[in-house]
């Protein structure tokens, strides 16, 4: 078997309480011919300091400072990783996440052996859940795999996909979002025809840690809420002719309603009223007395149906 170069990008911003578990990940890698990239987007902390260590320790390991050209953000980060990462294969991670040691091993045995542009492994929230031990596997060539993702929700995280060079050479993340970002590049990715190797195997253990975009989306950030709102528009936009796709994005949004609600986020609620009664497919004058119940009572979700 061929042992194809695979770079491991990583964007990073003040993690120096985290990301050396993340490179120990990659340096007891059992498949050898990698390059990590860490990109920094502007770290205040020793970050630096902690990194230049693997560097001296490891010359497969990079330390890169987002240039100017690219804006600040995860996004410029892991689109200059990209740019300066010589790998035939490509796999994301973030600075707080872990790969399990056999993952790029495993990984490029299935692209290599079935020619696949994406591999695509499962992810986990539990250590011990960590696997090489590949239950099943399917391979399939698609130019519609967007639609599975979109309805899938939300199981494809970014450490997921192993993806060909070749395939994504004029795919980036779009550095004007704030959340969202590897669901949209994902999508855009899935909409080409490409050959797929989807593997039953936990290699990727991620997590959600203080600061992180998923905590303080979750916390009713107003910019991440605009954000995503605006990802949701988009989708059903381009997708206006596909109701499976169009119902999905209502479904989320409707849970945004709620959560929003019941954090007590209101303003952010009426920022985006017309949208959210859209979703519910009710009239604005009937949407808004379900607001006020809601907003008294802190009732009545139930009766605002979500599948």
């Not at 079935?114 to 239950?135: C, M, P, W, Y």
């Not at 199981?155 to 959340?179: E, M, T, V």
């Not at 080409?192 to 290699?203: E, G, Q, R, S, T």
Request: charged share 30%; glycine share 4%.
């Amino acid at each position: 078997m061929s042992s194809p170069l695979v770079s491991i990008i990583i964007p990073t911003y003040n993690r120096s309480h985290l990301i050396s578990e993340t490179l120990d990940s990659v340096f007891v890698q059992t498949y050898a011919n990698w390059e990590c990239i860490i990109v920094d987007d502007g770290s205040t902390d020793n970050t630096e300091e902690i990194v230049i260590q693997y560097l001296k320790k490891d010359p497969r390991f990079q330390y890169h400072k987002r240039p100017d050209t690219h804006k600040p953000g995860g996004n410029g980060a892991r689109n200059y990783g990209f740019e300066v990462s010589k790998g035939e294969f490509v796999n994301y991670l973030d600075s707080d996440d872990f790969l399990y040691k056999e993952t790029l091993k495993t990984k490029v045995k299935y692209a290599v052996e079935n020619n696949a542009d994406v591999v695509i492994s499962k992810h986990t929230r539990q250590f011990d859940e960590l696997t090489d031990n590949v239950g099943d596997f399917k391979v399939f060539e698609s130019n519609t795999f967007y639609e599975d993702f979109i309805l899938a929700r939300n199981s494809i995280l970014i450490g997921d996909p192993f993806i060909k060079r070749k395939s994504a050479l004029n795919l980036r993340f779009d550095q004007s979002l704030k959340r969202g970002q590897d669901h949209d590049y994902f999508i855009r990715l899935f909409e080409n025809k490409l050959v797929y190797c989807l593997i039953d195997a936990k290699l990727y253990f991620y997590d959600y840690t203080e600061g992180s975009i998923t905590v303080k989306a979750g916390k009713g950030s107003s910019e991440m809420i605009d954000t995503q709102i605006s990802i949701h528009k988009a989708m059903m936009k381009k997708y206006s002719d596909n109701s499976k796709i169009i119902e999905e994005y209502k479904r989320k949004t409707k849970k945004m309603y709620i959560r929003l609600m019941q954090k007590g986020k209101y303003r952010l609620v009426l920022k985006h009223f017309r949208f959210y009664s859209y979703c519910f497919n009710k009239n604005r004058f009937v949407f808004f007395l379900f607001f006020i119940y809601n907003l008294i009572t802190k009732r009545g979700f139930d009766v605002l149906k979500i599948e």
